[in-house]
C-alpha cells in the first residue's frame, strides 16, 4: 500500500487547509496523525473504510473534518480555523485489515501504512 500525503503549507491563524491522501487499492480505515517538533506522533483523526464512522481528537474537534472518496482512492482531512499549536507534520496512515466495517482505531499501533508526510505551518 503506497499513502501520498499533500496539501500542507503555511497559513495564518484562523486560515483553512485541505490536506488529501491518495492510496491506492485501499479498503481499510484511515487516519490523520501529526507530529510537532519535539513531541509524539499523535492521532487527530480516522474514518472507518465505509466512511459511516469518524473520530478526532480533542484538540481538533469541531475545526477538522476527515472525509474519503473510496471511488478515487482519496483520503481527506479539512482542517479550519487553524491555530499555531496545529503546527506539525501530518500523516496519513492506512489500518491494519480488519473485517469490521465500523473498525476506526485511534491508537498508532494499530496502523500498518504510513505516508511521507506534509507539513503544515501556522503562523499567529
Known amino acids: 500500500v503506497q499513502l501520498q500525503a499533500s496539501g500542507g503549507g503555511l497559513v495564518q491563524a484562523g486560515d483553512s487547509l485541505r490536506l488529501s491522501c491518495t492510496a491506492f487499492?485501499?479498503?481499510?480505515?484511515m487516519g490523520w496523525f501529526r507530529q510537532a517538533p519535539g513531541k509524539e506522533r499523535e492521532f487527530v483523526a480516522v474514518?472507518?473504510?465505509?466512511?459511516?464512522?469518524?473520530s478526532y481528537s480533542d484538540s481538533v474537534k469541531g475545526r477538522f473534518t476527515i472525509s474519503r472518496d473510496n471511488a478515487k482512492g482519496t483520503v481527506y482531512l479539512q482542517m479550519n480555523t487553524l491555530k499555531p499549536e496545529d503546527t506539525a507534520v501530518y500523516y496519513c496512515?492506512?489500518?491494519?485489515?480488519?473485517?469490521?466495517?465500523?473498525?476506526?482505531?485511534?491508537?498508532?499501533?494499530?496502523?500498518?501504512?504510513w505516508g511521507q508526510g506534509t507539513l503544515v505551518t501556522v503562523s499567529s
Open positions: 487499492a485501499l479498503d481499510r480505515a
Open positions: 496512515a492506512a489500518a491494519s485489515a480488519n473485517p469490521r466495517t465500523f473498525y476506526a482505531p485511534v491508537e498508532k499501533e494499530s496502523y500498518a501504512y
Open positions: 474514518i472507518s473504510r465505509r466512511g459511516s464512522v469518524t
